[in-house]
């Protein structure tokens, strides 16, 4: 089978496109033909040495969410069969013509949804579920800011929060800001000209918000704690913007009873990973479509030009998913 591989860390030029051998097929899996692959900036992570190498996850393979055609099940796999349209978060292998997947990751793709749509969904959308709903508790009539609100995860978290009953408020560059309102933000803040902590407290009349979902880290941190309401919830589950020299308001944090968690599913166990499958599509996957969920698309590129993809989205440009596409017959 053809795959994207690289024999050394570095920029998108190392990527290659060559042939190597197929996945071997465990008792739990799913054998998949791969039609699409999401990018995600875990790639661009492991492309870079930050995972160390030669063992990344399940495969020395880069790419974690896939969506295709079954083409083979493990003997304990229970709920699915060849031929069956799936998609889902894998532990490496998506830059492939066939990936295997745990069955216990793997949900249906929705009536309505091409390949391309699906292979956008589950690591964005169970991600921002994760954060903004399992951990960090948001609910119905309370107030969020999502930060990069037009980004794979944001995006979603953006939709998520808004179906959700919250009002929403969300930082974009202002070209973004029409497609962050089409997927449900109430207030859009350009973070190029304007400092989210001050626009929050006009508002919400000083008060602050209930949750906050952070992808930067130590510029921005010292401010989400500032804006938070009290009880409020901040879920770090990004560092984009470093970790050095952040400034914590401890005494905001104990008298407004605040809570600071941080998340990331690549270090989770399986077990927990596929809980967290499992509540995203128990709660979620059905509003697909009809209820007017819906991934992002920035762009699609071949399997070959996976290194012109990651560049893309390493250069900032992408709003949404950028997604690949293998061209397996």
Do not use: C
Not at 98 to 115: E, F
Not at 167 to 192: F, P, R
Not at 236 to 264: C, F, S, W
């Amino acid at each position: 089978m053809k795959a994207i591989t690289f024999d050394q860390f570095g920029s998108t030029d190392v990527l290659k496109i060559g042939e190597v051998p197929e996945p071997v097929l465990r008792p739990h899996d799913l054998m998949v033909r791969t039609r699409a692959a999401g990018v995600n900036r875990a790639d661009l992570t492991h492309r870079r040495g930050g995972y160390g190498w030669p063992d990344f996850g399940d495969s020395t393979i880069m790419g974690l969410e896939i969506a295709g055609d079954v083409i083979a099940v493990g003997e304990q796999v229970e709920g699915y069969a060849v031929g069956d349209r799936v998609m889902g978060i894998v532990g490496g292998g998506a830059y492939a013509e066939v990936s295997r997947i745990d069955y216990r990751m793997a949900m249906p793709i929705p009536a309505g949804l091409d390949y391309i749509q699906a292979a956008a969904i589950t690591e964005v959308f169970v991600t921002a579920h994760e954060a903004l709903i399992h951990l960090g508790k948001l609910q119905p009539g309370e107030t969020v800011l999502i930060h990069a609100g037009a980004g794979g995860v944001g995006g979603a978290a953006v939709q998520l929060a808004h179906a959700s009953g919250a009002t929403v408020l969300t930082t974009a560059k202002a070209s973004a800001h029409a497609i962050v309102h089409k997927l449900g933000a109430d207030h859009a803040i350009d973070y190029e000209t304007q400092d989210f902590a001050e626009v929050v407290a006009q508002r919400t009349d000083n008060r602050g918000v209930d949750v906050i979902l952070d992808f930067i880290g130590a510029p921005y941190f010292e401010r989400n704690v500032n804006s938070l309401n009290f009880g409020g919830r901040l879920v770090q589950i990004g560092i984009m913007g470093g970790v050095e020299n952040a400034k914590i308001p401890l005494d905001r944090v104990l008298y407004r009873h605040l809570q600071i968690v941080g998340t990331v599913m690549k270090s989770r166990t399986q077990e927990v990973k596929h809980a967290m499958s499992r509540r995203f599509r128990e709660r979620w996957l059905a509003h697909f479509v009809q209820d007017g969920l819906s991934p992002v698309i920035d762009s699609v590129y071949p399997l070959a030009e996976a290194g012109a993809a990651q560049k893309r989205m390493e250069d900032g440009l992408n709003v949404g998913k950028i997604v690949l596409v293998t061209g397996a017959d």
